[in-house]
């Protein structure tokens, strides 16, 4: 149609300028204003939407309030609730009740504006890990619930917990992969294909766990915050610049670079799950027992060994302290994960943890994959399906 | 403790984001309120801030000690009492800071005390200004036709019935709509006491009026807020004024939905308890009376000592939810 006025415009108007320029301005302008048209019509589709109400119209109904809490902290005698207004509508918090009774309360500020956080107050003589149901009653009666499973009193930036944190982290991370390690192949070339398809049960495995363990966590983001989104996010990015990396390397593959990148992946697999175990004893879910730390101390060891398989197709290399450098980027990201998630509370970032764990752990069963698919058999597939059943036996440990 | 697995313990981390139910039968755009977010008056009261009375046009005296005795006539020697009821949606702060929208009678919950004599004649006329139909149903003598339930005079939206009878037997009794679903429209706030006293009267007493009730404010068949006339707290904010050895005569009636029991517990005395207010003859001297839906009693006390003296449902839980005042004795 704009093509159209714009050849009958000319008709009647004959061009005044030189002949060929006239007709490339012209289009040049017409593809200008046809790139406009999607910006224009969709700002005049959004304040239509926004400012003729056309969606409530055609509801009828009332925007719902949604609150999500997204920390508890817990000091003797003291609740405090962070919560973030994740609905479409502002949200007064007007009343609290805990356990089914008014308490008084203070809060940082009652009038949540959308996607506005804010901190409510309430002093309680709560007990060590006797549940606590909290209820927020907002000012049109509406109510946004929390249960605080086994209370505890959540650990502040003290050296002492960050050492207890760091401990944990090395305990359950760090020191197994280590040890992992230490089962450095001295497999013939003839097994290489077996000990490689066993990395490859064990990376498929992880990107499993972290794939079910971010949406896990996701789900339990508030609504607005879109967890599932946070965990696509993280994963395909990851899994888009761990691609970039592996291409600049290409044609030098040896078995330290698959190695690395190896290490790299449970390494920010060992981030997310610092950050989410951090989070989880922050907020008194649950008391983090001894059997819980043998657990993943187990079922990490086997992360190692995933390390130590592809340098089996090229041999240990040389100066061993690069081995010590490949556990540490494994196994200690934990520690900072869980100071992190315990000191802070990262519900969001250990999604996105997760996620970027995921998809790093997938460019690396990609080229793990390519180099067993070379090399196929039954041995090959005998040791992939082992690999995948050691993880899940260890798995149930923790 | 229970142990918990690494895949519980993982799933533990979420669980907050919860979607408030609710909000859809609630008003359109939640205004921020201004109460000051600092600690109640009384260490006994839990929540924070103050109801603005008069946004909610009544207060909780009014709602205690007024009676609607109806404009009077006479028609052969039969005194004829005319009362006016009409049927409204109206926005009410039941604790500080929540807003309840109610259905009421006359803008109010509950609605006007209505109390006339053994043998008057009553005619109650009931406006529907609402967009749902509307009944008032009376507990009490009256033939089928003043019964106020769906077929038998119920308002339709924009419209407007009359019942008529002759109040009996004496007692404490309720009114309330009987358009259906019930408990909806109970809920909701539709609901009053209704006094016959008998033809020789009561004792001379300072009375009361005390109706328990208790709001559903997310509309999930159970109350957030609980309440003795509406208001959590109230009369805990404001402490009732009585006098020592003078006589006291609460008509309480139990509207509460939701849950089937209720009760009254006084503090400190004990009380003649005049079950439904049909006899004259104390049944009982106690300090506790539980009390089932639609149940009522008329109770008399008086306090020996001046001083403030808490009284509260002992489903501790109501107390704790806003059903709790105070006696301030002088």
Not at chain 1, 42 to 68: K, R
Not at chain 1, 372 to 377: D, E, F, I, L
Request: aromatic share 8%.
């Amino acid at each position: 149609m704009y093509q159209a006025r714009k050849r009958s415009a000319r008709t009647l108007d004959p061009p005044t300028g030189p002949g060929p320029v006239r007709p490339v301005r012209a289009r040049r302008l017409a593809r200008l204003a046809l790139a406009c048209v999607p910006v224009l019509g969709l700002g005049v589709l959004v304040a239509v939407l926004v400012f003729g109400n056309l969606v409530h119209t055609v509801s009828g109904g009332v925007p719902v309030e949604s609150v999500s809490v997204e920390d508890v902290t817990l000091a003797p005698g003291e609740l405090s609730l962070h919560l973030r207004n994740d609905g479409p509508t502002p949200v007064t918090i007007s009343q609290v009740m805990v356990d089914d009774a008014f308490r008084p309360f203070t809060a940082s500020e009652p009038a949540l504006s959308r996607l506005s956080s804010a901190t409510v107050v309430v002093p309680y003589p709560w007990q060590q890990a006797i549940p606590v149901h909290v209820a927020l009653l907002t000012s049109t009666g509406a109510v946004i619930s929390h249960e605080i499973a086994s209370p505890s009193v959540t650990p502040v930036g003290a050296p002492a917990t960050l050492g207890m944190l760091a401990l944990i982290g090395l305990a359950m991370a760090a020191i197994p992969v280590a040890l992992g390690l230490l089962w450095l192949p001295g497999a013939s070339q003839r097994a290489v294909g077996a000990v490689l398809a066993f990395t490859l049960g064990l990376l498929a495995f992880l990107l499993v766990d972290s794939t079910a363990e971010g949406l896990e966590l996701a789900g339990g983001l508030g609504a607005g915050l879109n967890g599932v989104g946070v965990f696509a996010l993280g994963a395909l990015g990851a899994l888009a610049v761990f691609a970039a990396v592996e291409s600049l390397g290409a044609g030098r593959a040896s078995g330290m670079r698959l190695a690395w990148l190896v290490a790299i992946g449970i390494g920010l697999h060992n981030l997310g799950e610092g950050l989410a175990v951090g989070t989880a004893m922050r907020i008194g879910e649950v008391a983090l027992g001894s059997a819980l730390v043998v657990g993943f101390a187990i079922h990490n060891l086997t992360e190692g060994v995933a390390i130590a398989a592809p340098l089996a197709t090229s041999g240990v290399p040389g100066q061993r302290w690069r081995l010590v450098l490949v556990a540490a980027v494994a196994g200690l990201p934990a520690v900072p994960g869980l100071w992190l998630g315990g000191l802070t509370g990262g519900g969001v970032w250990a999604v996105l943890g997760l996620g970027v764990a995921a998809g790093a752990i997938a460019q690396v069963v990609f080229s793990v994959g390519r180099l067993v698919v070379a090399k196929p058999g039954p041995l090959a597939a005998a040791s992939f399906t082992s690999a995948v059943g050691v993880m899940y036996l260890t798995g149930l440990l923790a | 403790m229970t142990f918990v697995g690494r895949r519980g313990f993982l799933g533990a981390v979420g669980g907050a984001g919860l979607v408030v139910a609710g909000a859809s039968a609630a008003v359109a755009a939640p205004q921020p309120h201004s109460q000051p977010h600092s600690h109640s008056h009384s260490p006994m009261i839990g929540t924070v801030g103050q109801v603005d009375h008069a946004r909610n046009g009544f207060t909780p005296t009014e709602l205690r000690t007024e009676f609607d005795w109806g404009v009077v006539s006479r028609e052969g020697g039969q005194t004829v009492r005319t009362y006016h009821l009409t049927a409204a949606e109206k926005e009410i702060e039941v604790a500080p800071g929540v807003r309840y929208p109610a259905w009421t009678y006359n803008g109010r919950v509950p609605g006007p005390t209505i109390r006339a004599v053994e043998g008057d004649l009553m005619r109650i006329t009931l406006d529907n200004a609402t967009d749902h139909p509307h009944s008032v149903h009376f507990h009490g003598f009256h033939p089928a036709a003043m019964d106020g339930v769906p077929g038998y005079r119920e308002a339709a939206p924009g419209g407007s019935v009359t019942y008529e009878f002759t109040a009996e037997p004496f007692g404490l009794h309720l009114y309330h709509c009987h358009s259906l679903p019930l408990r909806t429209h109970l809920a909701r706030g539709l609901y009053g006491a209704f006094i016959v006293d008998p033809r020789a009267g009561r004792p001379a007493a300072n009375e009361h009026v005390l109706v328990l009730n208790a709001f559903d404010t997310d509309f999930n068949a159970s109350n957030e807020v609980y309440a003795v006339n509406t208001v959590a707290f109230a009369y805990a904010h404001e402490p009732i004024p009585v006098r020592a050895g003078e006589l006291q005569r609460a008509y309480v009636v139990n509207l509460t939905e939701f849950d089937p029991l209720n009760s009254i517990h006084l503090h400190a005395t004990f009380f003649d308890l005049f079950r439904t207010g049909t006899s004259l003859t104390p049944h009982e001297f106690t300090d506790i009376v539980s009390m089932g839906q639609a149940e009522r009693h008329v109770i008399e006390f008086r306090y020996r000592e001046p001083g403030q003296y808490m009284f509260h449902a002992h489903q501790t839980e109501f107390t704790d939810l806003g059903w709790m005042g105070m006696f301030e004795v002088t």
